[in-house]
């Protein structure tokens, strides 16, 4: 029996090179239950980020009890971390789960029947089309609902209605990703795969706490670099996270840059393979356009002109060039570091360009995960209930609009396309404005997770906009709903979903959900039903019932596309393993990795976008595009690096970023359930350096102010692991707590700090670039409430080890074989249980 709160990671199964990664299968029941009392184990992935651990569910009369890894998926080898181990399933038993629909009555939300309930939102509905169209229908969803979801409430928002105003909170999460691809490959879609891992020779992460918000994927990487041919590691990243010090300890390096310098850094990197002849100058002009222009950009950043921007040692950058630029097989992987600071689009892109300049893509070992964070994100961004059209196809493309509207069988011109689809901050300001008159927000909670909390209070609580709300539970955004529709969560119901590899699962139904709680599908199906939404013909334009008729109609509108599921149907997703788009004839079985023969979907009718300037984000049109023939040729951008938008100054000294921490999910609706996971984290904090703390005169535990132009949280200051010059902030503590749920506290909540900015490319806010000051408050009364097992250890001794998790199972079982492994059949050392990766 293990604690997993106390071992995130559990016991290495170290093995060579090429080889298999061995199986290991974890198990977690709750309340007591053992495993022969379990009634039935039910195939899904866990949602509990975009790793989409292959999972079963274990039902005990009627309840959700427990989980257990799928040795035989190709994700996660039967592997699951402290989240999916006690996050799962605990939430769905809540006695404060919401169980009928609510509406605003003289200001209070009373329980109501569906009936009434959606009988508003249609009488709103009905009313605003008629008075004034479309746009004043506004849809904020998630990165959290099923496939099915998504592309029924693309259908109504897109065919339905017509309105360009749907976007997930996908947009504060993974569009960077998105347009990052599509401005380098012309479409999004992740090129690599996650057995790279077992064959690349260095591993570089930027912006990427891995350890903590994959830990399964970094169980992966653990398994590798404590083998006896390890993967040199890099890291970029202001705080010495798990990753830090992997990179320490394989002889690679950590370069902790001075918050918001990321683009200075990587045009360092980028100048070093040029001046150093690590480009391969036949793979570049034979597949990539633009390589002058990037060569004359990276110019200036020499070494000595990168450190003194980013306050990194110039021989630190030298060495991470040349491990780039000497490594025959090199991973990259990227995340919110990168895509929630300024010049995010920039400096994702430029990741890209290391790989493109040394041909390092489309082959085992040499691949580029843009990570996702969410579970579905990439389901939202293929599916069209973001702003992008279903399967990846270009709004500024008649034809691809045409092809839709065939699809669907209406005009083309009911299908907005006349400008960009609106983005999620864009949303937020009409709804403030007051040209949103109908907000419907599902599976995300704004009113904790989006930048200047007070001004997303503000927007919610007012008068201008009507307000539904889909969830779980009352959350901070449910309170200030108009209306609230209960929501049926995961194991409730039963859809698809893609992780971050393009590994396809499906999810089937284990319970019913609680009370009068509905799935999101059937939700947005009797809205449709309700609002009577017809075809060209008069013919009602949604007839579908159940998730796989839905999934059926995806399929076709995938057909032809990069993004291609033609191959796939819920029989077979019901087999072993998930299985990675595209499937197709060509790919019965799916696809390792993309761009295996180095072309790239940027033929100018193939393309989804036609690119950006990064730096400002003018679009490129059609005709410059079509000039430039790339014809699938991938495109080498750059961009000179600039000041963040607010720089730290006189009144606030301190640059402020924020992020997470192993053991709570976003705004803590499953997490906060559970109690090992809560108490592992039960409440928030900040970060300060050693040195910092010492100037403030702050201790360990000590209770801080921390203050921005645009408000303030007191919490208790963990001196620990953040470089110099920063503060960092978890973002999981809204006003809920499990123990003590107080509407009105908003002490800890760090988006009260955070600014209403974002990347001019991808339009992703800048949670991570801000400026800040900290004074103490008063003495603390023991240590802050941060874990001590990983990035947030403390930079002292005397603070208790977090532990304390409900004991869990790990059982080496034989390593089964894995469709498209590189490495199948091959197997490294015997598993070998070593003492567990801890610090
Ligand atoms: N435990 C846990 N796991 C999760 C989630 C969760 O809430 N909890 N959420 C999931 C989701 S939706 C997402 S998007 C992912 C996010 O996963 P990550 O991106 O790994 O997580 P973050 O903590 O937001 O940010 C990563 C790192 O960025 C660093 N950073 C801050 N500012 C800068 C900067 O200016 N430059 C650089 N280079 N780095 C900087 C922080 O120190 C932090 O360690 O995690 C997913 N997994
Ligand atoms: N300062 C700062 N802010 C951040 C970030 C950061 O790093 N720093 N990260 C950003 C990122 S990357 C992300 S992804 C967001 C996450 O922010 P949110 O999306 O707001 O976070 P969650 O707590 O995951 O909210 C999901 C909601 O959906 C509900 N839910 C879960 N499953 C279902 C379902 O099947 N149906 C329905 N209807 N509801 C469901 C849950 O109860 C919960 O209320 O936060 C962003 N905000
Ligand atoms: S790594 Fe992500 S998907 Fe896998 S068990 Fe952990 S939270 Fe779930
Ligand atoms: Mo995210």
């Known amino acids: 029996m293990m604690d997993r709160i106390a071992d995130i990671w559990g016991p290495r199964t170290p093995h060579a090179k090429g080889t298999v990664w061995p199986a290991r299968v974890d198990l977690h029941l709750t309340d007591g239950v053992s495993e022969d009392e379990v009634d039935r184990w039910v195939q899904s992935a866990c949602v509990l980020c975009s790793n989409g651990c292959g999972c079963e569910i274990a039902v005990k009369g009627g309840r959700m009890v427990g989980i257990r890894g799928r040795a035989t998926d190709v994700v996660n080898h039967g592997r699951l971390g402290p989240k999916g181990l006690y996050g799962s399933t605990p939430w769905a038993s809540s006695p404060d789960r919401l169980t009928r629909p609510l509406v605003r009555e003289a200001g209070r939300l009373v329980e109501t029947d569906w009936g009434t309930a959606m009988g508003r939102v249609v009488e709103v509905s009905k009313r605003l089309l008629a008075d004034k169209g479309p746009l004043t229908h506004g849809f904020y969803t998630t990165g959290q609902m099923f496939i099915e979801e998504y592309y029924a409430l693309g259908v109504i928002g897109k065919a339905g209605l017509g309105t360009p105003h749907m976007d997930g909170n996908t947009r504060l999460c993974t569009a960077t990703s998105a347009a990052a691809f599509k401005e380098s490959f012309g479409a999004d879609g992740q090129p690599g795969s996650y057995t790279d891992i077992e064959h690349c020779d260095a591993i570089f992460l930027y912006g990427h706490n891995m350890a903590e918000t994959q830990t399964v994927l970094w169980m992966r990487v653990l398994d590798r670099t404590r083998a006896a041919d390890p993967p040199t590691v890099v890291c970029v990243d202001p705080r010495r996270t798990p990753v830090a010090l992997e990179a320490e300890r394989t002889g690679g390096v950590h370069l902790a840059p001075r918050v918001g310098t990321n683009l200075a850094l990587m045009n360092g990197l980028t100048r070093e393979l040029f001046v150093n002849g690590w480009v391969d100058e036949r793979w570049v002009d034979a597949h990539t356009l633009g390589v002058a222009d990037l060569r004359a950009t990276v110019e200036p950043y020499t070494p000595r002109e990168v450190a003194r921007t980013c306050g990194i040692d110039a021989d630190d950058l030298r060495r991470a060039a040349r491990i780039f630029g000497r490594s025959r097989d090199v991973l990259s992987t990227v995340l919110q570091g990168f895509y929630q600071s300024h010049q995010a689009t920039a400096s994702a892109v430029a990741v890209h360009n290391l790989h493109l300049l040394r041909g390092l893509i489309g082959r085992p070992g040499s691949g580029i995960l843009q990570m996702n964070g969410q579970p579905t994100a990439q389901n939202n961004r293929e599916c069209g209930a973001d702003g992008d059209l279903p399967g990846f196809r270009n709004w500024d493309n008649?034809?691809?609009?045409?092809?839709?509207?065939?699809?669907?069988?209406?005009?083309?011109?009911?299908?907005?396309?006349?400008?960009?689809?609106?983005?999620?901050?864009?949303?937020?300001?009409?709804?403030?404005?007051?040209?949103?008159?109908?907000?419907?927000?599902?599976?995300?909670?704004?009113?904790?997770?989006?930048?200047?909390?007070?001004?997303?209070?503000?927007?919610?609580?007012?008068?201008?906009?009507?307000?539904?709300?889909?969830?779980?539970?009352?959350?901070?955004?449910?309170?200030?709903?108009?209306?609230?529709?209960?929501?049926?969560?995961?194991?409730?119901?039963?859809?698809?979903?893609?992780?971050?590899?393009?590994?396809?699962?499906?999810?089937?139904?284990?319970?019913?959900?609680?009370?009068?709680?509905?799935?999101?599908?059937?939700?947005?199906?009797?809205?449709?039903?309700?609002?009577?939404?017809?075809?060209?013909?008069?013919?009602?334009?949604?007839?579908?019932?159940?998730?796989?008729?839905?999934?059926?109609?995806?399929?076709?509108?995938?057909?032809?596309?990069?993004?291609?599921?033609?191959?796939?149907?819920?029989?077979?997703?019901?087999?072993?393993?998930?299985?990675?788009?595209?499937?197709?004839?060509?790919?019965?079985?799916?696809?390792?990795?993309?761009?295996?023969?180095?072309?790239?979907?940027?033929?100018?009718?193939?393309?989804?976008?036609?690119?950006?300037?990064?730096?400002t984000g003018a679009a490129v049109t059609e005709q410059e595009h079509r000039a430039l023939r790339p014809d699938g040729r991938a495109f080498l951008k750059g961009a000179h690096h600039t000041p963040?938008?607010?720089?730290?100054?006189?009144?606030?000294?301190?640059?402020?970023?924020?992020?997470?921490?192993?053991?709570?999910?976003?705004?803590?609706?499953?997490?906060?359930?559970?109690?090992?996971?809560?108490?592992?984290?039960?409440?928030?904090?900040?970060?300060?350096?050693?040195?910092?703390?010492?100037?403030?005169?702050?201790?360990?535990?000590?209770?801080?102010?921390?203050?921005?132009?645009?408000?303030?949280?007191?919490?208790?200051?963990?001196?620990?692991?953040?470089?110099?010059?920063?503060?960092?902030?978890?973002?999981?503590?809204?006003?809920?707590?499990?123990?003590?749920?107080?509407?009105?506290?908003?002490?800890?909540?760090?988006?009260?700090?955070?600014?209403?900015?974002?990347?001019?490319?991808?339009?992703?806010?800048?949670?991570?670039?801000?400026?800040?000051?900290?004074?103490?408050?008063?003495?603390?009364?023991?240590?802050?409430?941060?874990?001590?097992?990983?990035?947030?250890?403390?930079?002292?001794?005397?603070?208790?080890?977090?532990?304390?998790?409900?004991?869990?199972?790990?059982?080496?079982?034989?390593?089964?074989?894995?469709?498209?492994?590189?490495?199948?059949?091959?197997?490294?050392?015997a598993p070998v249980d070593t003492a567990a990766g801890g610090r």
């Open 644 to 829: 963040a938008h607010e720089e730290p100054g006189e009144d606030y000294p301190l640059l402020y970023t924020t992020g997470r921490t192993a053991y709570q999910f976003h705004t803590r609706t499953k997490t906060g359930r559970s109690r090992s996971l809560r108490d592992a984290a039960p409440d928030a904090w900040v970060e300060l350096s050693v040195s910092d703390a010492a100037d403030l005169g702050i201790s360990e535990g000590d209770v801080v102010r921390v203050e921005s132009p645009r408000g303030a949280i007191q919490v208790k200051a963990r001196v620990g692991q953040v470089v110099a010059g920063a503060v960092f902030a978890p973002f999981h503590y809204g006003s809920w707590d499990l123990d003590d749920a107080d509407p009105h506290r908003h002490s800890g909540q760090a988006n009260e700090l955070t600014m209403t900015v974002w990347d001019p490319v991808s339009k992703q806010p800048c949670f991570k670039t801000a400026a800040c000051r900290v004074v103490k408050v008063r003495d603390g009364d023991g240590p802050a409430p941060a874990p001590t097992t990983a990035a947030s250890a403390p930079a002292g001794d005397g603070v208790p080890p977090t532990a304390g998790g409900a004991p869990t199972t790990t059982r080496h079982v034989d390593t089964p074989h894995y469709p498209n492994d590189p490495a199948a059949g091959t197997s490294g050392s």
């Open 398 to 615: 008649p034809r691809h609009v045409r092809e839709l509207a065939d699809l669907w069988n209406v005009d083309p011109l009911t299908i907005p396309h006349w400008a960009p689809p609106t983005n999620a901050m864009q949303i937020f300001d009409y709804a403030e404005e007051g040209s949103i008159g109908l907000l419907w927000i599902a599976a995300t909670n704004p009113a904790v997770s989006m930048p200047e909390s007070a001004r997303i209070r503000r927007i919610l609580g007012g008068d201008r906009c009507f307000v539904v709300v889909q969830d779980l539970f009352l959350t901070e955004t449910a309170r200030l709903a108009d209306v609230v529709l209960p929501a049926a969560g995961w194991g409730e119901k039963t859809g698809t979903f893609t992780n971050v590899n393009r590994t396809v699962h499906l999810s089937e139904k284990a319970v019913d959900p609680p009370g009068e709680a509905r799935s999101d599908l059937d939700i947005f199906l009797s809205y449709a039903a309700a609002m009577d939404f017809r075809d060209k013909e008069g013919a009602p334009l949604i007839t579908w019932r159940t998730p796989e008729e839905v999934f059926d109609a995806w399929r076709e509108a995938t057909r032809g596309r990069p993004v291609d599921y033609t191959g796939l149907s819920y029989t077979r997703l019901r087999g072993p393993t998930g299985i990675p788009w595209p499937v197709n004839d060509q790919a019965p079985d799916g696809t390792d990795r993309l761009y295996t023969d180095a072309v790239f979907p940027t033929a100018t009718d193939e393309c989804e976008t036609y690119g950006h300037d990064l730096l």
